[in-house]
């Protein structure tokens, strides 16, 4: 334990443990709200197709990350546009693009000079190698969810949960459909650096899976997830280190073992609950 408190003297650590933090109050939110909206197809059709932005930005010379953060986005519009306005199924659309940008990210990196750039990072995230530019980014983020979600929450949980009644209203539906899922898309591509493409659907499902054992509340499962989502980081963190492992995959497997034992000890409460109750009816009857 000692040793662990010892980490906090490198500043690469320091920084992990600050990108873990954010991306704990980043995914819990945005996460929350791709759970209760069932559009976490959606959600993993733009994190793979930002890789194409990724590759767009090692071929042009810009930053990779700045790349994919244009390509989410544009694929998030893109499928809120291909569904609504061109009648095509939202499905298919999520495929095409999710296929489109692994093509061409693939394609780009093939083609740009020089040695081929080591996409593992990206693919399956390396916490311990966050910068402080990408601090900033990821304090940028955390302050516009937390305000955008305070400022705009009852019209969030109005035209989320209820868009046929909200359009009656004349609320800007499509204003906020396309806003929400531009952030949902900012804030996929900006956690790439913690946990990778691959893997950052889990960190936007798993808190959520594990908070929504305790509440079915919008508002209390945010904080639940952001709360889980810090401790499943934090106890994968000391997992890599302590193993030698991938710290990307080792949270996200912390997270998956959390969520185990809590679920195996909702079973076992529920059991036991329910044998207590038999007891009583039992000594009711008799």
């Not at 980043?26 to 990724?54: E, M, Q, W």
């Amino acid at each position: 334990m000692q040793n662990l408190f010892a980490l906090f003297n490198f500043e690469f650590f320091r920084n992990a443990f600050l990108a873990a933090f954010m991306a704990s109050i980043t995914c819990g939110i945005i996460g929350t709200y791709i759970v209760s909206r069932r559009i976490v197809f959606i959600s993993g059709g733009i994190t793979h197709a930002s890789f194409g932005g990724i590759g767009m930005g090692y071929y042009f010379g810009f930053n990779p990350i700045m790349g994919a953060v244009a390509f989410g986005i544009l694929s998030a519009l893109g499928i809120e546009l291909f569904t609504k306005k061109a009648d095509m199924r939202e499905d298919s659309a999520i495929a095409m693009l999710w296929s489109l940008g692994m093509a061409l990210g693939v394609i780009f990196i093939f083609l740009t000079p020089g040695y081929a750039p080591n996409l593992m990072s990206y693919l399956f995230g390396n916490i311990l190698t966050v910068s402080k530019s990408d601090l900033l980014f990821l304090l940028f983020l955390s302050v516009f969810v937390i305000s955008f979600f305070l400022v705009f929450y009852r019209m969030i949980i109005f035209v989320s949960f209820d868009e046929e009644f909200a359009l009656t209203n004349n609320a800007p539906v499509r204003l906020f459909n396309s806003l929400l899922i531009s952030l949902v898309a900012l804030t996929i591509v900006l956690n790439i650096r913690v946990v990778g493409i691959i893997l950052v659907m889990s960190l936007l499902t798993i808190p959520q899976a594990i908070a929504n054992l305790f509440t079915k509340r919008f508002d209390v499962m945010m904080f639940y997830s952001i709360g889980f989502g810090f401790l499943g980081s934090v106890a994968g963190l000391s997992f890599s280190y302590i193993y030698d492992v991938p710290s990307g995959a080792a949270i996200i497997f912390t997270l998956i073992v959390l969520y185990g034992i809590i679920k195996t000890l909702f079973l076992i409460f529920e059991k036991a609950k329910m044998g207590n109750s038999g007891i009583r009816e039992n000594i009711l009857k008799s």
